[in-house]
């Protein structure tokens, strides 16, 4: 008798995307729920977070809102407390602001590490808290970068939240197996988005990094959409602690 593929569709669980108000939280979001899954859309502004649960509903998914600063990990932890658990997080509120390391600022470095890492850190952990005391044997997906993996030129503190964010995963993940509660990270390149746009509207940056992909192209929010579903679904059933790099061959070397 022939195995059967594990399926890749979520009907009928709960899922958290953070930072879902435009870019690739959007997109991952709106994976989730042409999955199947009924999503809430996290972020800090209502009216964002508000048009993209509407586009998910009027395209036949399930999705709802949860307007909140994922950097005030008491007012978070509140949240997943008053909420059934979740059955997959999408870790996705980040930034980042460029310098060349010797430029870098006080303020700067503080503000990327502290949503980059303390919010995921304690945000990953309020869910998770409530995933164990519910039972639920979740997926939580770190959204982390190619640059938890290489360096990148003017991009020091990024890297180093996310290099953080590939060691939290990893720990995370230890520590969770035996609930049941996969963790693991999604690693993209540089892709299309009103965050990333401003550095790659410079024909000279944008022919740097179409030169180190060894695909030829700048990544789109679509090239992440069947990567996450693939980590929040049974297909991926035996994946904990991985990183899931989505980067064109960057870097392959």
């Known amino acids: 008798m022939l195995p059967t593929t594990p399926s890749f569709r979520l009907d009928g669980r709960l899922a958290l995307v953070t930072g879902a108000g435009r870019g690739i939280g959007v997109a991952l979001a709106a994976a989730l729920a042409q999955a199947g899954a ?13 048009a993209a649960a509407d586009e998910i509903r009027k395209a036949g998914g399930k999705a709802d809102t949860l307007v909140i600063d994922v950097t005030d990990t008491a007012a978070f932890r509140a949240a997943m407390d008053a909420r059934a658990a979740f059955d997959i997080f999408v870790n996705n509120a980040g930034t980042n602001r460029p310098s060349p390391f010797l430029e870098v600022t006080e303020p700067d470095f503080d503000a990327v590490i502290d949503l980059n890492v303390r919010a995921a850190f304690f945000a990953a952990q309020a869910v998770a808290r409530r995933m164990a005391t519910a039972g639920v044997k979740g997926s939580i997906i770190n959204i982390s970068s190619q640059a938890g993996h290489i360096a990148l030129a003017a991009r020091s503190t990024y890297s180093t939240s996310k290099f953080a964010v590939e060691g939290m995963t990893k720990s995370m993940a230890t520590d969770l197996a035996g609930l049941g509660i996969r963790v693991n990270s999604l690693c993209p390149t540089f892709i299309e ?3 990333t746009r401003p550095a790659l509207s410079d024909p000279a940056f944008r022919a740097f990094v ?8 700048v990544g789109a929010v679509e ?6 579903v693939f980590l929040a679904s049974d297909a991926s059933a035996l994946m904990t602690g991985s990183a899931l790099i989505v980067d064109g061959g960057w870097t392959t070397g």
């Open 223 to 228: 090239d992440l959409m069947g990567a996450v």
């Open 38 to 50: 009924m999503v809430t859309l996290a972020a800090r502004t209502g009216s964002e977070i508000e």
């Open 210 to 217: 179409t030169t180190k992909i060894k695909l030829g192209r």
């Open 193 to 195: 988005t009103a965050m």
